[in-house]
């Protein structure tokens, strides 16, 4: 059995990654080329055997054990009881959580995760989150206050695109800042009331990505899917403050993890093969790199997807990992290989921790504005409505409270205030539309004062932030109520099926060791040499499970290096097509000294030029608005639509250089060694 011992250090709570293995049943096109189960489940030992159809003579089938396996004939409620909940219950009390679905296309990852709406008992696991989540905020305190919010995004080919967006054509950035991490600048994020809510968001973010897939021309099996809930909450604490605790669930529809087939792509569909599945293998990278121990360097950075789940991966995350598999002996190749990720994947050491007060909180911003809103109103002269508490504190407490809470609001809305500007956490677009038309706040107290419609608009502000802020005890749960209802009731049948399992486990144990009693008592020589026949025939067997283990590792280590050979000549070719270009175009002098000015940017994963805004067109641009250059006898000529290309003159020396008028007409975007010669 893995370790999954719960430690408690400064870090966190230091836990493995979890990993358990579900088993779809053979499919109708499998059942009809007369395919052959070669999976074998054993729940109990949670392990799985699985045989290979081409087997050498004497080769044993193999065995590897997870933290749970699920058969064929497992229900959906059950996978989430057994492997959600628990994480989910975790990221309600404010830990991140990620749950990945892992596997060959066709296995059975989507079904997992998003599963069918056929039937309540057909829905997946994301589904089911939003039952467990609401369920939960309906059954809390009626002092603890929530904020639930989605964003819902996509990866192909490295690039982000937002299955929530407007615009389904725009790529988004990846960012990083040293106070909130890494982000995807311009998401556009939900604040959501119920579980219908979020159902609408997942349905609309999926039809985007069946719409964007067949726009591209690809199935979305070649993509990954990352559903964010984020739930903040919060209480006050015993320190009369009130304290938000945020988590994170990152729920991830994983690209099919079979190998690209080799195709002589060049060019342009060459790129697109290599950063395919670029994420995927940085994925397995980063995990051995975590799993192995000795590298110090975790690869992170080598790729989006491990960028935005760095922490789910030896980091802050309760994390998951469903590996999907076939039964079938066609597809022993892909179900080995996803058998060896995941068992590698269970060694990954993750130390989760409660999240309180972080930067990009909401709850307490919202909060704070609603107070700051409700006060200019009751200077105003205007009525609140009775369902608004107001402290019963004395006039002095009150006053000092008041004065503090000013403070902090202020500190508060400048980090929002930063926080917009830079556009940074975009998982509130929604909400910062709104604030836009409301803020500078102390405008508005100006303004209220002119009118009494403005009073009403203010007051229709507040109702707005104040309906996005759920409060315990909310029954918010209607269509999902039922949902939460079978969830729950599966969860007690699963508790007591476990502690009979756990009995039947014990029984069994005991009697094997008394089998084991039983052989070791011989009773002579004779039954000695029988006894260690057989030990001896074991050892046989294990060494040649041994061997075919290796031989098998040997095989793919070296499929795996053809892959990558392959893609280094496709690079190869390509870097000199474009040597070839660029030495037509630009003396070698000048690209010595481009790339003596040029650094690399990690950050962003770009080249960029030393002082670019004293270069070529750069300069001209700036002298062009220079004062002197308003007269219009001597202000230089718009060259912005012209190409400047290098010259030789015959004596080898360069000469002034050459004009090009580009046909379009249009100017075209300045690029490093065009400015560099000025
Ligand atoms: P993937 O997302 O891994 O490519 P899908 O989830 O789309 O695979 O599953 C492929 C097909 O198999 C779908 O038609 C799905 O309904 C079916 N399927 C997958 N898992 C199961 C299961 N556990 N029980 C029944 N049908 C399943
Ligand atoms: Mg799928």
Redesign the pocket.
Known sequence: MPGTEDSTTELGEIENVRVVV?V??L?SKEFDVHCKNIIDVDALNAEITIENPNAAQGEPPKVFSFDAVFD?D?TQVDIYNETARPIVDKVLQGYNGTIFAY?Q????????MSG?KTSPQARGIIPNTFAHIFGHIAKADENQKFLVRATYLEIYNEEVRDLLGKDQNTRLEVKERPDIGVFVKDLSGYVVNNADDLDRIMSLGNKNRVVGATAMNVSS?RSHAIFTITVESSQIGEDGEQHVKMGKLHLV?LA?SERQSKTKATGQRLREATKINLSLSTLGNVISALVDGQSSHVPYRNSKLTRLLQDSLGGNSKTLMCA?ISPADINYDETISTLRYANRAKNIKNHARINEDPKDALLRQFQVEIEQLRKQLEENGAELSESEDESEDSEESRETKRDKKARRRRSQMMSVAELEDKDTDSTEKVDKAERDDKSPVDKDVIELKKTQSEKEALREKMQNLQNKILVGGENLLEKAEAQEQLLAAAAVELEQRKSREEQLKKAIKAKEAERIDIEEKYSSLQEEAAGKTKKLARVYTMLMSVKAELSDLQQEHQREMEGLLEGVRGIGRELQLQNLIVNHYIPVQYQTMIKRYVHWNEDIGEWQLKCVAYTGNNMRKAQTASPAGNNKDTMPPDMSNIYLSYNIGIDNTFVQPKKVRSRSGVPRPTTAHRRTPH
């Open positions: 579900r779809r049943p499919s064929t497992s596997g296309t066709g296995t059975g990852k989507t079904y997992t069918a099996s529809d099919g999907n």
